[in-house]
C-alpha cells in the first residue's frame, strides 16, 4: 500500500457516482450550490499543459448543509458540444445570480487551441445554462471567479500559468510559439511573478467592463511576489471571499501544491500574503472556494483519494474554516 493511502481524510468525496473537482460554492435562496469541474477519463496521457483534463460537460449540485457530506447531482447543465465557440477542456468553472438569473463562467480551449472564458445563462441555479454565442470578449486563460461585492458590483478574477496559458499573454497579444512548452515565456524566477486577473463586469454581466487589471500579491516587506517563490506564488484557481469588510484573495501554488490566500482593502489590490489554507492534497492539484453558511465558513476542495490518487478524477470535498482573532485563516491539514 502506497503511503498516500495510508491516510486518512479528515472530509468524504460529496459525491461518489461521478467524479468532480474545482468546486465553486455559493449560497443562492438558502441552499448550497457547487459548480464543479465534472471530471472523465478521456484516455489523454498526462503532461505539464493539463491535456489529460479533457472535460466535456458541467453537472451542479446542491447541499442542504455541509454537515452531511452529501451532495445531489442535478445532471447536465451544460456540455461543450452546445457551446458555439469551444472546443474541448471544460475547466474549471463558477457562477453568480443577478435579479434572480443565475450566469455561469466557464473556461474552455477555442478552435485554436486558446483558452477563452465564456458565459452561460439559466432562470435556475441548476441549469440547464444556455450559452452566449461567443467567449467574453477579449478574454483569455482560466479559472474565472466571481465576487458580487456589497454595492452590487460584481468582479472576475481569472488565469493560470503553465497549461493555463497565463505567460503567453504578456505582451498583451496571445504568442502560439513553442506552444508544447507550459515553460515557455514565464518570468525569470527573480522577476516579479505572473498574476491573477481582475475586471469589473458590465451589469449585464456577460462582459468586461474595463481592460484587466493585475491581482498583485505583496511579501512582508511590500515587494511583489518573486516567480522562484514557488510556494507562495499564483499558480491558477483564483476566489475571492470577505471578512470583516477585508479582501481574501486565495490560489493555488500548483507545482508546490499548496492553497494561499493574501488581504487587501479593496478587490483590485494590492493583497498582501497572508498563509496557507490547505496543505497539499492526494493528487496533483488543489483548487477550493470558500462560502459562508449559518454563520460558519467552509473550505470546499477537492482531492484524488476516491480514485486512488489519479490526477485528473478528483472528488470534490468540504471542511469548516476557522479565522485567529486577527483574521488570519487557520491552515487545515487534509488528513490525519
Ligand atoms: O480542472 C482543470 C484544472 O485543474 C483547473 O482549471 C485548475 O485550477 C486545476 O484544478
Known amino acids: 500500500m502506497s503511503e498516500e493511502k495510508k491516510l486518512n481524510p479528515i472530509s468524504a468525496p460529496l459525491i461518489k457516482s461521478i467524479y468532480t473537482a474545482d ?7 438558502g441552499k448550497i450550490y457547487i459548480y464543479p469541474s465534472h471530471d472523465i ?3 489523454d496521457a498526462f503532461d505539464d499543459l493539463g491535456s489529460h483534463f479533457a472535460m466535456e460537460d458541467y453537472h451542479i449540485l446542491s447541499m442542504d448543509t455541509p454537515a452531511d457530506e452529501i451532495a445531489t447531482d442535478h445532471g447536465v447543465a451544460l ?6 465557440w469551444a472546443e ?3 475547466w474549471a468553472p463558477d457562477a453568480a445570480e443577478k435579479n434572480g438569473k443565475y450566469y455561469l463562467y466557464f473556461p474552455a480551449k477555442d478552435y485554436d487551441g486558446i483558452f477563452r472564458i465564456g458565459v452561460a445563462v439559466s432562470d435556475t441555479p441548476t441549469g440547464p445554462f444556455i450559452p452566449q454565442p ?5 478574454s483569455f486563460s482560466i479559472d474565472p471567479a466571481v465576487l458580487q461585492d456589497e454595492d452590487d458590483s460584481y468582479y472576475i478574477y481569472f488565469g493560470g500559468i503553465w497549461g493555463g496559458q497565463l505567460q503567453r499573454w504578456r505582451a498583451g497579444t496571445f504568442n502560439g510559439d513553442q506552444a508544447e512548452s507550459p515553460f515557455a515565456f514565464l518570468p525569470n524566477e527573480n522577476e516579479p511573478a505572473l498574476c491573477a486577473k481582475v475586471a469589473k463586469l458590465t451589469d449585464d454581466l456577460l462582459e468586461f467592463a474595463e481592460a484587466p487589471k493585475d491581482v498583485v500579491i505583496l ?7 518573486l516567480q522562484g517563490d514557488t510556494d507562495r506564488r499564483f499558480f491558477e484557481a483564483s476566489w475571492m471571499h470577505k471578512y470583516n469588510g477585508k479582501y481574501y484573495f486565495s490560489y ?4 508546490t501544491h499548496f492553497l494561499c490566500y493574501a488581504i487587501g482593502e479593496n478587490p483590485y489590490g494590492p493583497f498582501t500574503y497572508g498563509g496557507r489554507i490547505l496543505e497539499p492534497v492526494i493528487g496533483w492539484t488543489s483548487h477550493h472556494s470558500i462560502c459562508e453558511f449559518e454563520g460558519k465558513w467552509y473550505l ?3 482531492d484524488s483519494s476516491l480514485s486512488d490518487g489519479v490526477t485528473h478524477l478528483r472528488s470534490v470535498k468540504v471542511t469548516e474554516l476557522n479565522y485567529d482573532e486577527d483574521g488570519k485563516i487557520i491552515t487545515i491539514v487534509p488528513y490525519k
Open 300 to 302: 470546499f476542495y477537492h
Open 88 to 90: 474541448r477542456q471544460m
Open 79 to 84: 456540455h461543450v458540444k452546445d457551446v458555439k
Open 219 to 225: 511579501d512582508e516587506l511590500g515587494n511583489p511576489l
Open 134 to 138: 461567443e467567449a467574453i470578449t477579449n
Open 23 to 29: 468546486p465553486s460554492a455559493h449560497v443562492f435562496n
Open 41 to 43: 477519463d478521456a484516455g
Open 252 to 255: 493555488s501554488t500548483g507545482d
